[in-house]
């Protein structure tokens, strides 16, 4: 959903702007987001959110040029997290305030709706939430290429939107603050995909569905996405992989570029 795709967006803004900060350090630039997250919530129209969005654009602009090009200052994974809250609840407050409500909208794939009908009858059913878990490096060291002609190869990467974990990787490609696509790796062995309740399982959702035999395909795993949706999802042994392109550049971006892309990257080391 829209709001899902903007608490994303923060929280990846707000992770980058994090790693940059030097002086005062990560510390310092929580302190800064947190300010700003306050003053997003506190904003109750579409006017009022703009304002604050702006400030922090420009927060973020000149922070990251103060730091030039010196090496970031890698936050630690609990410092990590809180800057993935503080930017999750900025994009939530933001959403509520602009009246995003529930449109729906591309991810990063995080939250997207599994096509209605499309999972297995309970007898047929996958396991879900069992067996061995890919672990944090395994997902890490899948390296994808840069996304091509919406940035200079040298100016954009990728970047993580949180620490990497076990089963659980989420990176966006970026140039300094601004985002073009995101992927995201979901392992169906994670207990978690089964602990969360239905309706609420976002990419896990795809774990429970059962592919056709002579369903649609990229690079012979079996796809999930259906048609109309501006999102890729395929699935690779176990992991849910999704690959979505940012609010702002979907004009841009077309599936058939997330298709022909995802097709060159290397996910030989998460077949089984």
Request: net charge negative.
């Amino acid at each position: 959903m829209k709001n899902l795709t903007i608490a994303l967006m923060a929280a990846a803004a707000f992770t980058s702007v994090g790693c940059k900060k030097k002086g005062g350090g990560a510390g310092e630039a929580m302190a800064k987001m947190s300010e700003f997250k306050d003053k997003m919530c506190e904003c109750k129209d579409k006017k009022c959110a703009d304002e604050v969005q702006d400030a922090m654009n420009k927060w973020s602009a000149e922070n990251a040029k103060s730091a030039g090009d010196k090496k970031a200052e890698a936050p630690d994974e609990k410092t990590m997290k809180e800057m993935q809250e503080v930017g999750t609840k900025y994009g939530e407050c933001m959403a509520k305030a602009m009246g995003a409500g529930g449109d729906t909208a591309a991810p990063p794939p995080e939250g997207s709706a599994a096509p209605a009908g499309s999972a297995a009858p309970a007898a047929d059913a996958p396991k879900v939430g069992e067996g061995p878990v890919h672990s944090a490096k395994v997902l890490f060291d899948i390296d994808p290429p840069a996304f091509p002609g919406v940035s200079a190869p040298d100016k954009a990467r990728w970047s993580p939107a949180y620490a990497e974990k076990d089963g659980n990787r989420l990176i966006n490609y970026m140039e300094g603050d601004k985002g073009f696509v995101g992927m995201k790796f979901s392992d169906c062995n994670l207990p978690k995909a089964k602990e969360v309740k239905e309706g609420e399982r976002g990419d896990y959702e795809y774990c429970y569905m059962t592919p056709a035999a002579d369903g649609p395909k990229l690079k012979n795993y079996p796809r999930l996405d259906k048609p109309d949706d501006a999102h890729v999802v395929i699935k690779v042994g176990h992991v849910i992989v999704s690959l979505g392109s940012w609010e702002g550049v979907k004009d841009k971006i077309k599936k058939d570029d997330l298709v022909k892309f995802l097709e060159t990257v290397d996910l030989s080391t998460i077949e089984n």
